[in-house]
Nanobody
Framework: QVQLVESGGGSVQPGGSLRLSCRAS?????MGWFRQVPGKEREGVAS???????KYADSVLGRFTISKDVANNTLYLQMNSLKPEDTAMYYC????????????????WGQGTQVTVSS
């Protein structure tokens, strides 16, 4: 089973930017980013499939951009104009067949990286 390792989380002020990375141990045609805060369900943020089709949650549309370095099996999430409500543990995921932010379409998860947006 493919292994996923996230990095790039941290603390930033509102309006700031962060870039998350997710290195996969093998080629993975469809991947996504999810986030979760304590006491709430994990929610989809963005996804990208092998056709380069992307899907975003409405809450991040226009602020976040998902991309992939196919040669290095690395998925990225560029997060701009960050808001306090973006604070969460962010998870990389794999297993989808096409770009989707539905939790049930994924079966492989990374360990997560914390993003905190606060002044």
């Amino acid at each position: 089973q493919v292994q996923l390792v996230e990095s790039g989380g941290g603390s930033v002020q509102p309006g700031g930017s962060l870039r998350l990375s997710c290195r996969a141990s093998a080629y993975t045609p469809c991947m996504g980013w999810f986030r979760q805060v304590p006491g709430k369900e994990r929610e989809g943020v963005a996804s990208r499939d092998y056709t380069r089709r992307t899907k975003y949650a409405d809450s991040v549309l226009g602020r976040f951009t998902i991309s992939k370095d196919v040669a290095n099996n690395t998925l990225y999430l560029q997060m701009n104009s960050l808001k306090p409500e973006d604070t969460a543990m962010y998870y990389c995921a794999a297993g989808c067949r096409f770009a989707t932010v539905l939790l049930s379409d994924y079966h492989t998860w990374g360990q997560g990286t914390q993003v905190t947006v606060s002044s």
